[in-house]
């Protein structure tokens, strides 16, 4: 985009500036006037628009993201067409996405990672109860915001609750390291697809690897040395498995051996989401997300957006602007009671009765009882506006690498 687009009106949207391309189109960032409020502006390549193919794929991204109303799922405000052609305008989330997280924090530690894996799932189980499949969650398509918020985008490879597809049987289309077998066989897929997808993030964020790389593995061969006589390093025999046969055969390395902290009810999570064939996964969204709230605490989405902002806080993963703060908040959260057997309930009246009795001992109850009701302080960072302009391009609209495709 030539740089005479910035200030052009769209429709009700004003272009602030381009913040990606792709094989497939551009990213604008924009200001929706009738609303005052920033959106992201995706549009096919100009020189692409003719073909119908092109434009029905984008179309139903709008369509399918559309009917979803959820805090995990970046909305989409419009589809409309301008000076022929066609643009998508969504929420503009203020972060990065998650695949650009993990390269600078690693593996993270596996709360973190479950808390994440839960926000998505809560927003899998609002997609899947509309009867619509996302088929290409991978970290590259879940936002982190500045506050902690978690949200699922790119919905352009979505089936339809109607079935419908622009892919047809036998067709690959999508990431192949965090798609299931059956979809990279080019098999008609369901809800349990995005359920394998999600179960290798998963891993991945507490590994820090995939459990199914693409790339070949070389092995050495059986008994032979890594070197000859002369140091030279032998030649190593590549391996005959495939990134489909592996799959299949479910072999790659448990998550607990390359992230031992990982707790065994998690791990069991991720292996029931990574098995090959779909009946033996975790039947739905709503079943994986009963379980991480069982291992996580039913942790609220207001906790959970707090406690991921001040992890990603405190990794520096954000640069603090001049219009934001730093607000110390205080949980006043009761701890459960201690069980208290019933021998030891005379013992206790008989000291209360004797220490309230002392008129030399003045204590006051509440600053002595204040470290078992009340949980430590910690800081979170709370934007006093959303709106800010920084050197780093917004995940919502930056595609995951120099040859994406924005409108998928």
Not at 162 to 185: F, K, R
């Amino acid at each position: 985009m030539s740089s005479n687009m910035i200030g052009k009106t769209l429709g009700h949207f004003v272009v602030e500036e381009e913040i990606g391309s792709g094989g497939m189109g551009v990213v604008l960032l924009a200001r929706q006037t009738s609303l005052d409020r920033p959106a992201v502006l995706k549009r096919i390549r100009r020189d692409l628009g003719s073909f119908p193919e092109l434009a029905k794929r984008f179309q139903r991204e709008a369509r399918a993201a559309a009917q979803i109303h959820h805090h995990n799922v970046v909305a989409v405000y419009d589809c409309f067409s301008w000076r022929s052609d066609h643009y998508i305008a969504q929420e503009y989330v203020d972060g990065i996405d998650l695949s650009t997280a993990l390269s600078r924090t690693g593996p993270m530690p596996w709360r973190i990672a479950g808390l994440i894996a839960l926000e998505v799932v809560r927003g899998l189980d609002e997609i899947h109860s509309l009867g619509t499949v996302h088929r290409d969650l991978k970290p590259a398509n879940i936002l982190l915001g500045r506050r902690g918020e978690v949200k699922i985008a790119d919905f352009g490879l979505a089936l339809e609750a109607t079935g419908s597809s622009l892919t047809e049987p036998g067709v690959m289309i999508g990431s192949p390291t965090y798609m299931p077998p059956e979809q990279m066989l080019g098999e008609r897929v369901d809800s349990r697809c995005d359920i394998f997808s999600l179960g290798v993030i998963l891993y991945e964020m507490l590994a820090g690897a995939l459990p199914f790389p693409q790339q070949i593995q070389t092995q050495p061969e059986p008994g032979a040395a890594s070197t000859n006589t002369a140091g030279a390093a032998k030649p190593r025999r590549e391996s005959t498995d495939s990134l489909l046969g592996r799959m299949q055969k479910e072999r790659y390395v448990r998550i607990r051996r390359r992230a031992p902290s990982t707790p065994r009810a998690i791990a069991r999570i991720i292996r029931r989401c990574l098995r090959a064939k779909p009946r033996n996964r975790l039947g739905s969204a709503g079943e994986l997300r009963r379980r991480l709230e069982d291992r996580l605490g039913t942790a609220s989405p207001s906790d959970a957006r707090s406690e991921l902002a001040t992890w990603l806080w405190d990794r520096q993963l954000f640069d603090m602007r001049a219009n934001e703060t730093v607000v110390k908040v205080v949980r006043h959260t009761a701890t459960r009671a201690p069980r208290v057997r019933r021998w030891a309930i005379p013992i206790l009246v008989a000291g209360l009765a004797a220490v309230t009795a002392a008129s030399v001992m003045k204590i006051d109850y509440r600053e002595e009882l204040a470290p078992w009701i009340m949980l430590p302080e910690f800081e979170i960072p709370l934007p006093l506006t959303t709106i800010g302009r920084t050197d780093e391009k917004p995940a919502s609209a930056r595609p995951s690498n120099e040859n994406a495709d924005p409108a998928s």
